[in-house]
């Protein structure tokens, strides 16, 4: 996994809360079978104005002008600022897979749905809580054009503006340790492997039944 | 001791290691796949040279993208027309079949929806724990399983280590008291909960129901409102073992038989939160308060009862509040005040893992029997969750109850729910469904959902509008 230490960009506001993962990357691109090439079909149902579907050039499509990442000055955003319960609905990792592919590496929220929340620290991506008054700071300030990009350090876990105005933000520790490391939990866990047998042979005798082979 | 929750007990007997910044590694009992969130998963456990950690924990079965008509059907995955779709379950296929995973294939009768296969099989059973890339994994916790949905960077975890590393939930029980009127079902008590909690309500929580009205429920109904345990924003949803639990396992294909059985049913009784369990937080429902609902807006939290209006921009109180209102009813072609009955509905849908079952398909066929769908109906269509369900119907009288009333008898899988095959809404069209989610574009590009029970749905594709159930001659 991608290693996340520190993130300088330019921020884009999408200011609507309980955005589902539906919204954030629509059904017809989950057959897709690798982890790449969602970010052209970000929010595809608010980008377009026409129906998409994998494979279509997305060049020709009618765009909506008025949706925020079609904005010019939010073109090379890298930020995504949201409202809370973002990335509510499906499990569907696709919805980390498009920003990030899209090119976001930090979504600041008030808060996030679990699933969503989850997989994006999967993905080297930073899913970043601030207060509700924070995020109304910052919606107000990047809509006036006072603050235009951020910086994010997960070391400190703070947020700096431009301006010189910092807001900290708090992360679970194992999840800091995994994003600054890139580790692959798959790897940690795979460390584990004498415990893992130890459980089970103890698990066994309390519960067998737990262990039979599903046969049919 | 001290006093555990169902939730922590479960939780307590999977630790394989508690760490000391509060995530635990947790041993995952079972592990059941489908076509659209494994693929990715399979492929990264194939690159990293893994091999699945317990193979014989592992079915799989596809659903997602899977055709519903009888002639795509018959010719197994060949005749998938949508080259896609056709890949996807291509790959399960190729996947399970080398690692020597147990899968149930499109010519199977016991294929279906995941977590109808589940219960179905007996493989989900009380106390164990287990996941899947779907979200509404949540349904199994019916039974005093500890389900929850996971991405498919987990799915690659759980293939490989058998294990997850989580941090504990909070603990939230949800008390539905007293008896539900006659047509008011599990989907209401569910769709009425969520509206009261919000769509955010349950995050970071486990959701236990309880109560007389839960209690009541059959184990296909205690289903239904475990599986929208996540619409409130709950990764998991329980219900305490009981008696009609054991009954329901009892004799299932993958259930423990003869002295294990005893065992395992003696374990399971004891599956219920300790009477002086401490929840952190318990919300109170009335049961004899609760209509049948039916959901007006873009997410499962926009619900109301079918004697109730749409809401207004004066009842809001925040300006987030008026802009998500806006945003709905401009989405679903409603305004403000509209009687929830005016609906216009173009479509039908009975099927879902929320609403699938035997018992679904039974309730909405007593509703239809001798009647007819409207005209103004384009397509009402009904999904068995599962071949053996669609079997049984079928034995039953079911199918041609529908058939004669104007609908479609279909082949098993997730359809119209989430559109993934050919079964989707026109842009701007209403539809009656008994799934779980009203997103925007959820049931095709444009279409406009209002989630109800299966007997509302009933109802409505006959009458064409939505009707008071309890008032249904």
Redesign the interface.
């Known amino acids: 996994m991608q290693a996340f230490t520190s993130h300088h960009g330019i921020v884009a506001p999408f200011d609507r809360a309980n955005v589902d993962t539906d919204l954030i990357i629509p059904k017809q691109f989950l057959k897709a079978v690798k982890k790449t090439g969602f970010g052209p079909n970000l929010f595809d149902q608010l980008r377009y104005k026409d129906e998409g579907q994998l494979g279509m050039d997305n060049s020709k499509r009618p765009v909506n002008p008025d949706f925020v990442l079609n904005q010019k000055r939010y073109t090379n955003a890298t930020i995504l600022l949201a409202r809370e319960n973002f990335g509510c609905g499906s499990s569907r990792e696709h919805a980390a897979w498009a920003l990030l592919d899209y090119g976001f590496r930090v979504i600041v929220a008030p808060s996030f749905a679990d699933i969503f929340y989850n997989n994006c620290f999967k993905n080297g991506m930073l899913p970043l809580v601030l207060l509700d008054m924070e995020i109304d700071e910052l919606f107000q300030g990047v809509e006036s054009g006072a603050v235009v990009e951020l910086t994010v350090n997960l070391q400190a876990q703070e947020v700096r503006l431009a301006k010189g105005k910092n807001y900290h933000f708090e992360i679970d520790p194992f999840r800091k340790k995994c994003l600054l490391l890139g580790l692959d939990d798959i790897g940690l866990t795979l460390e584990k492997q004498q415990l893992i047998r130890d459980y089970e042979r103890k698990q066994k005798e309390i519960c067998p039944w737990l262990f039979e082979d599903i046969i049919v | 001791m001290s006093p555990k929750t169902l939730y922590d007990k479960l939780w307590d007997?999977h630790i394989?290691?508690k760490?000391d910044?509060?995530?635990a590694?947790i041993?995952i009992?079972?592990h059941l796949l489908h076509e659209?969130?494994s693929?990715?998963a399979f492929?990264g456990m194939k690159i990293?040279g893994?091999t699945p950690?317990r193979t014989?924990?592992?079915?799989a079965t596809p659903d997602?993208?899977v055709p519903t008509t009888k002639s795509e059907r018959l010719a197994g995955i060949d005749g998938i027309v949508?080259p896609?779709?056709k890949?996807?379950v291509e790959?399960l296929d190729v996947n399970c079949k080398d690692l020597g995973i147990?899968q149930?294939g499109m010519e199977d009768v016991?294929q279906g929806i995941v977590h109808v296969v589940g219960p179905e099989?007996g493989?989900t059973?009380p106390?164990?724990t287990m996941v899947c890339?779907?979200?509404h994994t949540s349904t199994h916790g019916a039974l005093g399983a500890l389900a929850q949905?996971?991405?498919?960077?987990?799915v690659?975890?759980v293939l490989?280590?058998?294990?997850l590393?989580q941090?504990k939930s909070k603990n939230m029980l949800i008390q539905v008291n007293g008896q539900l009127a006659t047509g008011v079902t599990a989907k209401d008590i569910v769709l009425h909960v969520i509206g009261v909690l919000g769509?955010?309500g349950g995050?970071?929580y486990t959701i236990e129901f309880a109560g007389e009205a839960i209690a009541a429920l059959s184990i296909e109904g205690r289903m239904t409102v475990c599986n929208m345990a996540?619409?409130a924003?709950a990764?998991a949803g329980l219900v305490a073992v009981d008696a009609k639990t054991v009954e329901f396992v009892k004799g299932r294909?993958?259930a423990?038989r003869g002295a294990?059985w005893d065992?395992?049913k003696d374990?399971w009784l004891t599956l219920v939160s300790d009477s002086d369990a401490v929840f952190d937080k318990v919300v109170q429902f009335d049961a004899t308060q609760i209509e049948p609902q039916v959901t007006w807006g873009t997410?499962p939290e926009m619900v109301i009862g079918i004697s109730g209006k749409v809401p207004t921009m004066g009842m809001m109180k925040t300006s987030?509040e008026k802009?998500?209102l806006g945003?709905a009813l401009g989405y679903m072609g409603l305004s403000e005040g509209q009687s929830i009955k005016d609906i216009k509905l173009d479509r039908i849908f009975i099927g879902s893992c929320t609403n699938s079952r035997i018992e679904d398909l039974r309730a909405a066929a007593e509703i239809v029997k001798g009647k007819t769908v409207a005209t103004s109906i384009k397509q009402a269509l009904v999904v068995p969750g599962s071949g053996l369900v669609q079997q049984q119907a079928e034995k039953e009288g079911l199918a041609k109850i529908f058939v004669e009333a104007g609908f479609e008898w279909r082949q098993p899988g997730c359809s119209m729910c989430?559109?993934?095959n050919a079964d989707k809404l026109g842009?701007g069209e209403h539809c009656a469904s008994t799934s779980n989610?009203n997103?925007?574009?959820?049931q095709g590009?444009?279409g406009r959902t209002h989630l109800v029970s299966p007997i509302m749905a009933a109802a409505a594709a006959i009458a064409g509008h939505f009707v008071d159930i309890r008032s249904w001659k």
């Open positions: 007997s394989v290691e760490r910044d509060g995530i590694l041993y009992d079972r659209v969130t693929p990715q492929e990293a893994r950690w014989a924990a592992n079915l997602h993208n949508d896609l779709s890949l996807q790959i147990v149930f016991r099989q493989l059973q106390g164990m890339g779907d979200s949905g996971i991405g498919t960077s987990e690659e975890h490989s280590t058998q294990c590393l941090k769509t955010a995050t970071g996540i619409e924003g990764r294909p993958l423990p294990m065992r395992a374990y997410s987030s802009d998500s945003r989430l559109a993934m842009q989610r997103f925007e574009g959820r590009f444009g």
